[in-house]
């Protein structure tokens, strides 16, 4: 098994310079979390860009999708900001074949309370559990990509029925 | 859904008295880890029993046997020692219609560096994904119940073939 | 002993919005991670503003010294933000019989290896050691507040010969 | 300036091993926390010894008080466990010329709520604020170290008067 880690930028990347007292994209946390941790399967982490959600076009959505389709692997999981997050899963729809679980963090991951590694364990267990399809894990939750929604004021994210 | 987490102790659970220079099984982690996080659907928590997992015995696991027979609920976690986690899962072996995942930690949840957030949601995830039957999930891998045990020297879990 | 403590904003109060995906200046962070800590002395935690230090103007300067002079303590710490501390410690020279500590953080205190739990433990033991005067407590020194200067580019404090 | 930090072992120093599902003293913690910083003062580092200060003898004291005497500086920071902090301040007594802050943490350092960085970060403060002679830095405070004892039960340092 070899998992691909695609990132894609979001609050779970987000670090800040004092400099300027900014707060902007760095590079991948899923990087340095599994380094600390005692991970012992094949995995590939890949930036593909650093972007807040927000700002992310269809044209970062095609291109994620066409590095899902090019991938080896049929297990991918996606590093992502919260925002946008759900329309990237539909834009990844009917890919056939492979497991995609997209996910990110409400807290940077070098917060002290991040759900950042909480989320980055639940997106693993579940690209290794799932049939092919793309999914959503966040607030310990697997949703089917196609039925969830960010409520942006209860900062959560919702099943859709 | 209403996932059942049943905790038995182990190094999740270790707190430090300092009276006494001692390192102890305390209440359970994954009840505070819970807490931290914005978790919405329904879980709950029992303490079963607080035991180093070296302690554990052939009626202790007939205890968390029943105890995982007899809930309602059909998706299961089990926070539980590392070292005879897996004597504990084969335990588990054949229960019909149920999803039982069982977890733990390498270092206490207390620790700043601990993979107790991660591995509880590895746990969280894979009982949400798998069909009915027993599993691990540890070191960011989902095993079979049957097919694992950890090296002791190498501290970690390895796939039985 | 009372402490009297005034928090005027900074990086050490720095949090995070997702909402926005903004940086902003929140509560004073001094305040929960004394919580944290088993401390037994008094102390007063009075929030004067909440300010970037690149905003701060004289007439906040002048504020502070009103702040500084006007209580009955005679040891008192402020969390500042770092880039115009040296120019706060300056304005506040002279004032007599009285005890005035500066520090702040280079990251905020929400992140996982924050500085500010650090400074504060050296501004607190600065206070309660020094004569009367104005120093400031940074990369773990306690500097004279007339000799010394942030060095931006290498984000230290250092003295002025 | 250079700060010589020696270091005998203590609550701040433990580490817990896995196997054993035991707690014993590590390395010195206030070298990876400092580590960690941005520090920029010359500092050295030394083990003495690696102990729970219960286990503390005179002999160890001895050990203590002539290599306090015997290095070149004159500002030395001493991490020691907490329960016989106050023995081993009082066995420092009388050495000329040198100022000697003892400190140590109620919690390991590996915790994530430790009181470490925040008690180092004290010590370093007042080791270049104070006259010669012999303090402790606890819960926030500089006790003189004649005048400390640690209330056990209430697990806190407390002035004696």
Redesign the interface.
Known sequence: MTIQIFCVGG?ID?I?F??K???EVGAPAIGW??D??????NYQVTSLMAK?S?DMTDADRAEIRKAVESTDSDRIVITHG?DTMPETARALHGIVGKTVVLTGA???A????S?A??????????V???PAGVYI?M????FDGNLVRKD?AA??F?RLD
Request: aromatic share 10%; glycine share 6%; net charge neutral.
């Open positions: 609050t987000k800040y004092d400099a007292s900014k707060y979390l599994l600390e941790l005692s991970i012992h399967f807040d927000l919260t409400l807290a940077p070098i917060f002290r309370n759900d590694a909480f989320n980055v364990g639940g997106a693993l267990a579940a290794q559990s799932k894990v607030n310990g939750e697997v942006v900062n959560r919702v």
